[in-house]
Structures are given as C-alpha cells and as structure tokens.
C-alpha cells in the first residue's frame, strides 16, 4: 500500500545515504595533500604521467652498423587531468588559462615540488554547469646561467713589459 509516510521515510533514507557519501568525500578531499599550480589549487587530480625520456643519436658508419658515443637527458614531461567542482569552476579553470598565457615558468606542488615547469598544452574536455575538466601537460625548463665577462677598455695597458731581462745562475769564467 502507498502510503506518504512510507514514501517520505525512504526519500529519508536516501537522502541520508547521499549526505554520508558526499561526507565521506569530503573528508578524503581535506586529507589529500594540495596540489598547487602556482598558487591556483587544484581539486581531483587524476591520471598522473610522468615521462623521463632520454636521446640515443647514432651515426651510420661504412658497414651500415649504427654507432652512438651520447646520452642526453631530455626535460621531465609531466601530465594530469584535472576536475574543478564547485561554484567557481569556470573561474579557477580561467585562472589556469591565464597562466599559460602569461608564458611564464610555474612551480608545481604534487606529493613533491616541480619547479621550472612550462605549460606546453591545455585540453578541455568537459566544461558543464557543475564542473570542469581538463587535461594539463607540461616541461621542465633547464636554465642555464650565463655569465659576462667584460672585454678590456681601449685605454687598459697591456700587462706584459716590451723589454725582458734574462737572469741565468750560471756564472762566467773568467
């Protein structure tokens, strides 16, 4: 028998079960570490790639065998997708767009730091009315410090002298 007492204690019910769960969720949100892009957070990140890569140059030589005298490191690629919940969605999602656009290095904050990350590709998957998602790639960027040496003024002397003196210990007879 239908009744509304009995419809009303199982819509009870389940709300109850939802507010558990979106509890629970809740909880593992607060206890992941942050993970920074910059000084964005990020919410819901998932599939993690990181690649180190390295180039083997060979050269051909008269018997057709291939020879290789280099190993070189190539930088650190990194890429994640991202899920953005909430009502500033869209925003935080802008926010990330804005700093591709800057071209700027970022520091990453996942479990360890990245730091001198460019972002080399943004690819949106899903923007809806309750999330957004988003696939993040980027490059460890090597800086190379240079330093200048400052060439010598027209007017600087030269240090060595025209005239030398040889001075020999060898005695002349006489």
């Known amino acids: 028998m239908f009744s509304i007492t009995n419809i009303m204690s199982k819509v009870s019910s389940f709300l109850n079960n939802v507010n558990s769960i979106s509890n629970r969720i809740d909880n593992y949100l607060r206890k992941t570490p942050p993970i ?3 000084n964005i957070k990020l919410q ?4 993690i790639s990181e690649s180190y890569s390295n180039d083997v140059p060979t050269i051909p030589i008269d018997d057709g065998t291939q020879i290789a005298d280099n190993i070189t490191q190539n930088p650190l690629e990194l890429s994640f997708k991202v899920q953005i919940v909430g009502s500033n969605h869209k925003e935080i999602f802008e926010k990330v767009l804005e700093l591709r656009n800057k071209r700027e290095l970022v520091d990453l904050y996942m479990i360890k730091l990245y730091k001198n990350m460019a972002i080399t590709n943004i690819e949106n998957t899903i923007t809806s009315l309750y999330y957004t998602e988003f ?3 980027l490059v460890e960027v090597k800086i190379a410090h240079v330093s200048m040496i400052p060439s010598p003024s027209p007017k600087a002397k030269a240090s060595v002298r025209n005239t030398t003196k040889i001075k020999t210990t060898a005695k002349a007879k006489k």
Do not use: D, F, P
């Open 36 to 38: 920074l892009l910059g």
């Open 44 to 47: 819901l990140v998932s599939g």
């Open 135 to 137: 696939t993040i790639s």
